[in-house]
């Protein structure tokens, strides 16, 4: 079975710093890119960032380039998203997926075939 673990949120103040991870198993991450996202409050799913071994750089939308970051440690078989200078509007349960997306699909929630619980994420000003 496919399994994705997110974790890694808390509660933070304005212009703090979070790492999240998720964990992968069941996979072969060079077959899956691995996305996050975040849905906060009355608000739709957000696509956040990619990486995948079949593009030569990760992926960020402009609500975040600049501020998070996007690695993968393959021996461990975790992702992280490093999130800095949070800011209130940040506020959300981040969720990663993994799937079989291309560059034109990547931030396409729809295309992700594999969900993992999801982790809050709080910003305090």
């Known amino acids: 079975d496919v399994q994705l673990q997110a974790s890694g949120g808390g509660s933070v103040q304005t212009g703090g710093s979070l790492r999240l991870s998720c964990a992968l198993s069941g996979f072969d991450f060079d077959d899956l890119a691995v996305g996050w996202f975040r849905r906060a409050p009355g608000k739709e799913r957000e696509p956040l960032s990619c990486i995948s071994t079949r593009e030569t750089s990760p992926y960020y939308t402009d609500s975040v380039k600049g501020r998070f970051t996007i690695t993968r440690d393959a021996a461990k078989n975790i992702v992280y998203l490093q999130m800095n200078n949070l800011k209130p509007e940040d506020t959300a349960v981040y969720l990663c997926?993994?799937?079989?997306?291309?560059?034109?699909?990547?931030?396409?929630?729809?295309?992700?075939?594999?969900w993992g619980q999801g982790t809050q994420v709080t910003v305090s000003s």
């Open positions: 997926a993994a799937g079989r997306v291309i560059s034109s699909t990547m931030f396409r929630g729809e295309y992700y075939d594999y």
